[in-house]
């Protein structure tokens, strides 16, 4: 009886994770959010801050400007901040043929992985393409720290996955 072509069991699988400068650790969400809304909220009421102190220096009511100004600055800012952590990629599990991202929302909420074969590496300077089923993700080389690691681990895991069907 031969058993040299059976596959392990998915358990004996090395698992290798690496983690962004966007990986929220041991954050809780609500502090990765305050962290996160800093910039967007930063952007969106500069302008309204702007306006109303032009309006104000020249004389004109600047409160009804403010009134709409502000909520509607921090709406952009909220929907900007959850967008965000809903695409930014923090996570990138590895094994033999098959690859997970979790975004940054997936990584506070603990969601579970959805291995998908490697189909594709590619690499500029500033950046790692990674195919994997239908979808294609950049990462930037500057947030993530084991850029070179992350990238010989997949060629690694691509190598021994399972045949391409073509």
């Known amino acids: 009886m031969l058993e040299s072509s059976a596959k392990p069991p998915e358990s004996t ?3 290798y994770t690496f983690a962004s400068t966007a990986h929220p650790g041991l954050v809780t969400w609500q502090g990765v959010y305050a962290r996160s809304v800093v910039r967007p909220l930063a ?8 306006g ?4 104000v220096l020249q004389g004109y009511p600047a409160l009804a400007y403010l009134i709409i100004g502000f909520p509607a600055a921090l709406i952009v800012a ?6 965000r952590m809903h695409a930014l990629i923090a996570e990138v599990h590895v094994r033999p043929g098959e690859a997970a991202v979790r975004t940054v929302w997936e990584s506070l909420r603990a969601r579970p992985l959805r291995w998908t074969p490697i189909y594709e590496l590619r690499t500029a300077q500033s950046s790692l393409t990674i195919a994997l ?5 950049e990462l930037d080389r500057a947030a993530w720290p084991e850029a070179d ?9 691509r190598a021994l996955g399972a045949p391409r069907p073509w």
């Open 13 to 15: 699988y090395p698992t």
């Open 52 to 55: 109303g102190l032009v309006k």
């Open 149 to 157: 690691t992350l990238l010989d681990v997949l060629k690694s895991a």
């Open 133 to 137: 089923g239908d979808t294609a993700y």
């Open 78 to 83: 909220a929907a900007w901040t959850f967008f």
């Open 43 to 50: 952007v969106c009421m500069l302008p309204v801050m702007v």
